[in-house]
C-alpha cells in the first residue's frame, strides 16, 4: 500500500512511494506525531539520480522487517535535497562538524523538536569495513533515546548551540582588489594538474567555475598562465571518459584524476554551467574544440533534458537497465570490443582505436568508458562520423537510463544564461528559442504575482516549496543574459523584480551578507547561510554576480552597493580557498573591469550592420560586460536612452564607470575595446 509520499511531486519522493517504511514529507505535521508518539525522528535525506540512495533504498527501506522497526520505533521523513536544499544544508553541515565529512544518501536522528543528536551517511544492512549495520545504528539510537534520553537532549542542545555559533566572519565589506585575485591565481596554480588537467587528486569535477575566472582573469590581465590552465582543462575533460563522446553533455565528476571513469549521472547544473564555460573560452581563443563541445552540451540539454512544457529535467541516473534486468552504473554508456564489432563489423577495430575501447576495458567487467586518447596518425573525420551515428543510434536500442523530471528554478536559470549566449555565438536561434521556451516557463509556473519564486515545477505544475537565494539569483542571472542576446527590455524587468526581493528578503542589513533562506521563510534550526561555490554557485556570488550586471544595465545604485557589499567574502576566502569560491572571484573580475557597458544602437534589430555591432559586442571578452541593444531612442532597455545613431549609421557605445568612449560605427574598434 502506498505511504504518505504517494501525493508528493518530487520524483525521487515518488520512488519511496511504495516502500513499506511509512514516510512522511517534510512537514510540521510529521514533528507533532513524533512529539505525540514520544519518539525520535528518522531524517533521510536524497535525491533522484544518486547511486548509494538506490542502494540503501533498495538494501533497507525496501525490506519488510527492517521498515517494521522504523515505523514502530521512529516518525520517519524523506527529503530530496533538491527541492529543500535549505533542509540539507542544515542538517550536513551538522554531519560534517560531527563525522568530518558528508554526502548522500544522509542518515540524521532528530528530536520532535527537530535537534539533530546522532548521524551518518550510507549504512549497510550488515556490519562492513568498519560501518555499523543500519539495524545497529537505529537500536542504538532506540536504546539512547529510551534510556538516556537527557543526555540525547543536551548532545543535540549544544549541536545547535554550536551550528547557531557559526556564523560566517566576514572579513571586511570591501571588494577584492588585485592583490587577492592574484593571492587566488597563485592558490590555483598550486592545486593545478599540470599532467591531467583540473585541480586537486580523485575524484575530480569539473571546475567550471574556476575556468570562468581564469577566463576573465586572462581577459582583464593578460596572464598567460590562467588561460592555459583553463584551456587544457577543458581539452582533457571533453577527451575524456566524463564527456559523453557519443551524444554530448558531461557526468558529474570522475572518479579517477585522468577524467576515465565518471559517475555516470549527468546534471542540468554541471552542463549548462560548462556549455557556458566552453562558449566562453572559444570566445577568447577561438577553438575548435571548444565550439564543439559547447555545441554539442547545448544539443544534449535541449534533446535528453527539455521537458514538455518547455523547461529542462534536472538530471539523468547514473544507472540503467544493463539488458539482464539488473540496473547497473554505466551499463548505457560503456562498450566492449565484441559490442563494437556487433554493430560495426570490420571498422569495429578502427573505432576501439579512436575511442580506447581495449579487451582490458577501464571499467568493470571488461568494458570501457569511450574516450579521445591523444595518439599519432590522421583519422578520417568522415568515417569517424559515420562511426559516431552507428554507434549513437545502437545506443539508443538500450534501456536509457532514468530521467528526474522536475524543474528546478535555478538550474533552469542557469541553463537559459547557456543556451541564449551559445546561441547567439553560434548563429544558433533554435538555442535563444529553447533558453526563451524556458525563461517563459519560470515566469509562468514559477513566479506568483510578488515575483516570488517558486523552487520546483513538475508537468507545469508549481511545487510548494519556496524559492531559495541561489533560484532567485540564478534566474536573474538567465534574464540577463536573455535581455543581453534578444534587446527585450522585458527579460530585465524581471530580472529586477527578483533582486529585488534579494535585496529585501535576503540580505543583513547591518553586515551585507547573504542568506540562503528568506527572511520569512520557514524556521529551521539555523538560517542556513554559505558563500562557498560547490556544484554550483553559491547563492551569494550568484547573487553577487547578478546584483552587478543588473547594476551595469540600469545604473541602479542600491544593487551595486549590495554586490560591493556582497563581494567582502571573496577578499576572505578568494586567497584562502580559490577552488572553492570561482563564481565570487569571476564577478570580482567583473568589478575590477568595471563591468563595461555597451549600447548598441541601429535603425532595427535586423538591419545587418547592426546585428554586426551586436554580435561584436557579445564576443567581448571584457569580463562581465553587459549589452543593451535596440532601435535608437526606442526606450526599450536603460541603456540606450540618450544614445542616437551616429551619421544615420548603427552605432556601439562603450561606457565603464560613468565615463564613454566616443561612440564607433567599426566592428573592428569595438572589438578593440572589448577585448581586455
Known amino acids: ?68 522497526y522504523l ?23 551538522a554531519v560534517q562538524a560531527a563525522t568530518g565529512q558528508g554526502g548522500w544518501p544522509m542518515t540524521v536522528f532528530l528530536t520532535p523538536d527537530a535537534e539533530p543528536f546522532y548521524f551518518g551517511t550510507y549504512f549497510p544492512p550488515a556490519p562492513r569495513h568498519g560501518m555499523p549495520s ?7 539510537v532506540r536504546q539512547a533515546w529510551t534510556g538516556r534520553r537527557d543526555e540525547v537532549a543536551e548532545v ?7 551550528l547557531s555559533g557559526r556564523e560566517i566572519s566576514y572579513g571586511d565589506a570591501r571588494v577584492p582588489g588585485e592583490e587577492e585575485l592574484a593571492k587566488a591565481l597563485l592558490g590555483l596554480t598550486r592545486e593545478y594538474d599540470e599532467q591531467r588537467g583540473g585541480f586537486g587528486g580523485a575524484p575530480k569535477f569539473p571546475p567550471s567555475m574556476v575556468i570562468e575566472f581564469l577566463l576573465r582573469h586572462h581577459a582583464r590581465t593578460g596572464a598567460e598562465g590562467a588561460l592555459q590552465m583553463a584551456a587544457d582543462t577543458c581539452e582533457r575533460m571533453a577527451r575524456g571518459g566524463i564527456y559523453d563522446q557519443l551524444g554530448g553533455g558531461f557526468a558529474r565528476y570522475s572518479v579517477d584524476r585522468e577524467w576515465v571513469v565518471p559517475h555516470f549521472e549527468k546534471m542540468l547544473y554541471d552542463n549548462a554551467l560548462l556549455c557556458r564555460v566552453y562558449a566562453h573560452l572559444w570566445r577568447a ?10 555545441l554539442e552540451t547545448a544539443d544534449f540539454m535541449v534533446r535528453e533534458l527539455r521537458t514538455n512544457e518547455g523547461g529542462f529535467a534536472s538530471a539523468l541516473d547514473a544507472d540503467s537497465d544493463d539488458g539482464s534486468g539488473r540496473h547497473v552504473e554505466g551499463a548505457y554508456y560503456v562498450w566492449t570490443p565484441a559490442q563494437l564489432r556487433e554493430v560495426l563489423g570490420e571498422d569495429a577495430e578502427l573505432a576501439a582505436r579512436y575511442f580506447g575501447v581495449t579487451e582490458e576495458g577501464t571499467f568493470e567487467e571488461g568494458a570501457s568508458v569511450l574516450q579521445l586518447p591523444q595518439q599519432e596518425g590522421v583519422f578520417d573525420a568522415e568515417k569517424v562520423a559515420g562511426i559516431r551515428e552507428r554507434l549513437l543510434a545502437a545506443r539508443a536500442e538500450r534501456p536509457a537510463p532514468g530521467r528526474d523530471d522536475k524543474v528546478v528554478a535555478a538550474w533552469n536559470g542557469l541553463a537559459v544564461a547557456a543556451l541564449a549566449e551559445t546561441g547567439a555565438y553560434f548563429d544558433r536561434p533554435d538555442l535563444v528559442e529553447a533558453a526563451v521556451c524556458a525563461a517563459d516557463l519560470l515566469v509562468r509556473v514559477h513566479l506568483d504575482e510578488q515575483a516570488r519564486v517558486a ?8 511545487g510548494a516549496n519556496a524559492g531559495v537565494l541561489e533560484d532567485y539569483a540564478d534566474v536573474a542571472e538567465g534574464f540577463l543574459a536573455l535581455a543581453s542576446v534578444t534587446g527585450e527590455g522585458v527579460w530585465l524587468e524581471f530580472a529586477g523584480f527578483l533582486l529585488d526581493h534579494v535585496l529585501t528578503r535576503f540580505v543583513d542589513e547591518e ?21 562557498t561555490d560547490n556544484a554550483a554557485p553559491s547563492g551569494w556570488t550568484a547573487a553577487a554576480g547578478a546584483l552587478l550586471s543588473y547594476a551595469a544595465q540600469t545604473g541602479a545604485e542600491p544593487h551595486r552597493t549590495a554586490a560591493e557589499r556582497a563581494l567582502g567574502v571573496v577578499k576572505a ?51 562581465g560586460a553587459v549589452v543593451a541593444v535596440g532601435v535608437a531612442e526606442s526606450g526599450e532597455l536603460p541603456l540606450l536612452a540618450g544614445r542616437p545613431l551616429v551619421g544615420g549609421e548603427p552605432a556601439a557605445y562603450v561606457c565603464r564607470n560613468f565615463t564613454c568612449d566616443a561612440p564607433t560605427t567599426d566592428p573592428e574598434r569595438l572589438r578593440e575595446a572589448l577585448s581586455g
Open 156 to 162: 543535540a542542545g549544544k549541536i545547535v548551540q554550536d
Open 285 to 294: 581563443t577561438g577553438s575548435g574544440l571548444a565550439r564543439r563541445v559547447a
Open 455 to 462: 523552487r520546483t515545477s513538475k508537468d507545469g505544475k508549481v
Open 71 to 93: 515505523n514502530e520505533h521512529f516518525v520517519n521523513i524523506k527529503v530530496d535535497r533538491e527541492e529543500r536544499p535549505d533542509v540539507d544544508a542544515v542538517y550536513m553541515e
Open 134 to 140: 543500519f539495524r545497529q545504528v537505529m537500536e542504538g
Open 511 to 531: 553586515s551585507g551578507t547573504l542568506y540562503d533562506t528568506a527572511a520569512d521563510a520557514e524556521k529551521l534550526i539555523r538560517r542556513p547561510q554559505d558563500p
Open 1 to 68: 500500500m502506498p505511504n504518505r509520499l504517494a501525493h508528493e511531486t518530487s520524483p525521487y519522493l515518488l520512488q519511496h512511494a511504495d516502500n513499506p517504511v511509512d514516510w512522511w514529507p517534510w512537514s510540521a505535521e510529521a514533528f507533532e506525531e513524533a512529539r505525540e508518539r514520544g519518539v525520535p525522528v528518522l531524517l533521510s535525506v536524497g535525491y533522484s539520480s544518486c547511486h548509494w540512495c538506490h542502494v540503501m533504498a533498495h538494501e533497507s527501506f525496501e525490506d519488510e522487517e527492517t521498515a517494521a
Open 573 to 623: 576566502l578568494g586567497p584562502r580557498v580559490p577552488r572553492f569560491i570561482g563564481w565570487g572571484l569571476a564577478a570580482a573580475e567583473a568589478w575590477l573591469d568595471g563591468p563595461k557597458e555597451v549600447a548598441v544602437v541601429g535603425p532595427a534589430l535586423d538591419d545587418p550592420a547592426t546585428r554586426l555591432l551586436h554580435r561584436t559586442a557579445l564576443l567581448g571578452t571584457a569580463p
